[in-house]
T-cell receptor, first 116, second 117 residues
């Protein structure tokens, strides 16, 4: 079974600075998807960024980018120019690309605090 | 705008009664929906996968008779907590798989807080 590990329960960063959240995963599959979700105090799960395993290029979405290292099974999230609104729980998630295996496997989460 | 809508956002029920939570996909047909439970300061725990027109697939350890899941249409899945007890109090959140999007993106509802008194 696939597992996702987030080794940083909490992180903090100064506003406008850059922070990197770590995520590693374990799988025997070669085709899969990786995601970062943000959960603010409202508890709404918001998709931040998605990476397809077959793509070598790292995904970027404005201030958010990932460092996808397939061989190392690592998928870190970099937030540039941190803003107060970035404060939230961040969850890394894995999903198989196989038909019928659509569920997301989540990591434990990292609570990100932004210091003004 | 919201892609998946969940209702109610908050519900309080008496111990021993049943409560239903709805999850609707907006403007698309969701053949697959997922139900999660989230304990305080913890990650999301998948309870079951709901496929339209068929029985839900429950994760190990989840009581099928207690957490009834129905996916009768392509836009609606419901979770019914039967004979609720205080230990069932939690945050429940649904998600829907949007077919046709790259990677079949999964979007989440707003979640429902259940308090059993």
């Amino acid at each position: 079974a696939q597992t996702v590990t987030q080794s940083q329960p909490e992180m903090s960063v100064q506003e406008a600075e850059t922070v990197t959240l770590s995520c590693t995963y374990d799988t025997s599959e070669s085709d899969y998807y990786l995601f970062w979700y943000k959960q603010p105090p409202s508890r709404q799960m918001i998709l931040v960024i998605r990476q397809e395993a077959y793509k070598q290029q790292n995904a970027t979405e404005n201030r958010f980018s990932v460092n996808f290292q397939k061989a190392a099974k690592s998928f870190s999230l970099k937030i540039s120019d941190s803003q107060l609104g970035d404060a939230a729980m961040y969850f890394c998630a894995y999903r198989s690309a196989s038909r019928g295996a659509q569920k997301l496997v989540f990591g434990q989460g990292t609570r990100l605090t932004i210091n003004p | 705008g919201a892609v998946v809508s969940q209702h109610p956002s908050w519900v309080i029920c008496k111990s021993g009664t049943s409560v239903k939570i709805e999850c609707r996909s907006l403007d698309f047909q969701a053949t697959t929906m997922f139900w999660y439970r989230q304990f305080p300061k913890q990650s999301l725990m998948l309870m079951a996968t709901s496929n339209e027109g068929s029985k839900a697939t429950y994760e190990q350890g989840v009581e099928k008779d207690k957490f009834l899941i129905n996916h009768a249409s392509l836009t609606l899945s419901t979770l019914t907590v039967t004979s609720a007890h205080p230990e069932d109090s939690s945050f429940y959140i649904c998600s829907a798989l949007i077919p046709g999007t790259e990677g079949n993106t999964i979007y989440f509802g707003e979640g429902s807080w259940l308090t059993v008194v």
